[in-house]
């Protein structure tokens, strides 16, 4: 079992650039394949990036070429480092965790960070 805590996020001006990070507990974060997703009000969750075990990495369309995601398994730590911010990237940002391949599905991760606001201002 791992616990997830999200942190980093903030008002920003569109344009400009955040890094979410997302702490996990536990001895055993490499062995999972974490996922960052997002929920904007009046939304469903959606996928956002992935990253496997192995360190592929896998993105939305809406976010390919603007954000990155990567792991530290020393600091048991996965990142999003969102660049060129759009209004329409705000949204509560989660990062979620399983132990079998990375998927698009919220519903395949059972393990769930609280959120981290982000807001991006026009």
């Known amino acids: 079992q791992v616990q997830l805590v999200e942190s980093g996020g903030g008002l920003v001006q569109a344009g400009a650039s955040l890094r979410l990070s997302c702490a996990a507990s536990g001895r055993t974060f490499s062995s999972y394949h974490m996922g960052w997703f997002r929920q904007a009000p009046g939304k469903e969750r959606e996928f956002v990036a992935g990253i496997s075990r192995s360190g592929s990495t896998y993105y939305a369309d809406s976010v390919k070429g603007r954000f990155t995601i990567s792991r530290d398994n020393v600091k048991n730590t996965v990142y999003l480092q969102m660049n060129s911010l759009k209004p329409e990237d705000t949204a509560v940002y989660y990062c979620?965790?399983?132990?079998?391949?990375?998927?698009?599905?919220?519903?395949?991760?059972?393990?769930w960070g609280q959120g981290t606001q982000v807001t991006v201002s026009s």
């Open positions: 979620a965790g399983r132990a079998l391949a990375v998927t698009s599905v919220p519903r395949d991760y059972p393990y």
